[in-house]
T-cell receptor
Framework: QKEVEQDPGPLSVPEGAIVSLNCTYS??????FMWYRQYSRKGPELLMYTYSSGNKEDGRFTAQVDKSSKYISLFIRDSQPSDSATYLCAMTLDSWGKLQFGAGTQVVVTP | DAGVIQSPRHEVTEMGQEVTLRCKPISGHNSLFWYRQTMMRGLELLIYFNNNVPIDDSGMPEDRFSAKMPNASFSTLKIQPSEPRDSAVYFC??????????FGPGTRLLVL
């Protein structure tokens, strides 16, 4: 079993819809949780960063962490075609910052 | 700031040849990571450095792979000899704090 599970998709939604992405993990020692976005033929870029359980909002993006269920989510409101990308969850348990990435979910937002 | 710089952007080589990938991290970032990405295996961490010192190289697949960071502004990943299964996109990332990694554009390696 992988430490971080993420459905690879693809997830196709119409423009304006809410995109819901999630990851589950097995190691309860993970402390920091991130979402990265990767456009085709580009490197990943940090989208959201959370430390504790709860919600964090940044514009159209909301990240949720539920440590008791070992479950993290990312919601994208009012999705745009420019949101079409692969979204990777990541988490780390040590102070060095060694990240454990999920497989990534490909999102396609159709006009 | 130019971001993380990687070279070359594309590399095509023949099996058995030596391949050297280069990375210039963002100034002031004290951690550097080398990743490999393939469709089958996703994003894999190969090795990472903190303050130019290798911390964890458990992700390096074989002795054919080696990495160095001689100073804070330069790192190399070397594959010798290269094999077709090494074909992948190799990313370098630098980080100023835990979890916040800035990725370079990647090097697309094809080993024939």
């Amino acid at each position: 079993q992988k430490e971080v599970e993420q459905d690879p998709g693809p997830l196709s939604v119409p423009e304006g819809a809410i995109v819901s992405l999630n990851c589950t993990y097995s190691n309860s020692a993970f402390q920091y949780f991130m979402w990265y976005r990767q456009y085709s033929r580009k490197g990943p870029e940090l989208l959201m960063y959370t430390y504790s359980s709860g919600n964090k909002e940044d514009g159209r993006f909301t990240a949720q962490v539920d440590k008791s269920s070992k479950y993290i989510s990312l919601f994208i409101r009012d999705s745009q075609p420019s949101d079409s990308a692969t979204y990777l969850c990541a988490m780390t348990l040590d102070s060095w910052g060694k990240l454990q990435f999920g497989a990534g979910t490909q999102v396609v937002v159709t006009p | 700031d130019a971001g993380v710089i990687q070279s070359p952007r594309h590399e095509v080589t023949e099996m058995g040849q030596e391949v050297t990938l280069r990375c210039k991290p963002i100034s002031g970032h004290n951690s550097l990571f080398w990743y490999r990405q393939t469709m089958m295996r996703g994003l894999e961490l190969l090795i990472y450095f903190n303050n130019n010192v290798p911390i964890d190289d458990s992700g390096m697949p074989e002795d054919r792979f080696s990495a160095k960071m001689p100073n804070a502004s330069f790192s190399t990943l070397k594959i010798q000899p290269s094999e077709p299964r090494d074909s992948a996109v190799y990313f370098c990332a630098s980080s100023p704090r835990v979890g916040d990694q800035y990725f370079g554009p990647g090097t697309r390696l094809l080993v024939l």
